[in-house]
Structures are given as structure tokens and as C-alpha cells.
């Protein structure tokens, strides 16, 4: 059974700096894709990043110059570099893995509250 694992979420101050990362099991095929997604209360969950197997990277414009996604193929797993955080990047941020054939995966969000 795939599972993914987030972890590095928490409570910063605008301006700082958070590392997101989600950790894959139950697999050893390389994803097609992977990223973040985020939920804020009251909104609806909306993409931050995704990077595909070779690299490519999209991000929204909401993070686009203060974001940086990675990923490691061998390890399966993704990385979220955030940076410059604003009070509205708060939310639940979901990892996110796509296999074109078989479907996406999902975490459980790890919870990220930037105060102003």
C-alpha cells in the first residue's frame, strides 16, 4: 500500500523560512509526478508546486520566486523549500503523487501558520 508522510510543517513568522518534506512507502516505481498542495480554512485545496520525474518544475503564482520544489527519484520523495512566508500561506499543505496509470496518492497534510 503507497503511503506519504509530511513532515516539517509548523508555526513561523512572515519572512521566515520553512522546509516541507514527504517521505514514500509502499513503492519503489518512481512517481510521474509529485508536489504540494495546500488548503486554507474555508477555501478549497489549491496547487503550490509540482515537479515531474525529470525534474521540470510548476509552481502557482502565489509562491512563483519564493518557492523551490526538489525531489530525489531514488528515495521517491519531494522537498518544498518555502521562503519569505506570508501570513497567507497558512493552511494544510498536502503531499501530493501521481502515477499516470494507476492514480494519485495523497498524505495527510502537515498544518504550516505564518503570523504576522
Known amino acids: 500500500q503507497v503511503r506519504l508522510v509530511e513532515s516539517g510543517g509548523g508555526l513561523v513568522q512572515a519572512g521566515e523560512s520553512l522546509r516541507l518534506s514527504c517521505t514514500t512507502s509502499?513503492?519503489?516505481?518512481?512517481?510521474?509526478?509529485m508536489g504540494w498542495y495546500r488548503q486554507a480554512p474555508g477555501k478549497q485545496r489549491e496547487l503550490v508546486a509540482t515537479v515531474t520525474s525529470g525534474g521540470t518544475p510548476n509552481y502557482s503564482d502565489s509562491v512563483k520566486g519564493r518557492s523551490t520544489i526538489s525531489r530525489d527519484n531514488t528515495q521517491n520523495t519531494v522537498f518544498l523549500q518555502m521562503n519569505s512566508l506570508k501570513p497567507e500561506d497558512t493552511g494544510v499543505y498536502y503531499c501530493?503523487?501521481?502515477?499516470?496509470?494507476?492514480?494519485?496518492?495523497w498524505g495527510q497534510g502537515t498544518q504550516v501558520t505564518v503570523s504576522s
Open positions: 501530493y503523487a501521481l502515477y499516470q496509470v494507476l492514480g494519485a496518492y
Open positions: 509502499g513503492t519503489t516505481r518512481s512517481f510521474n509526478t
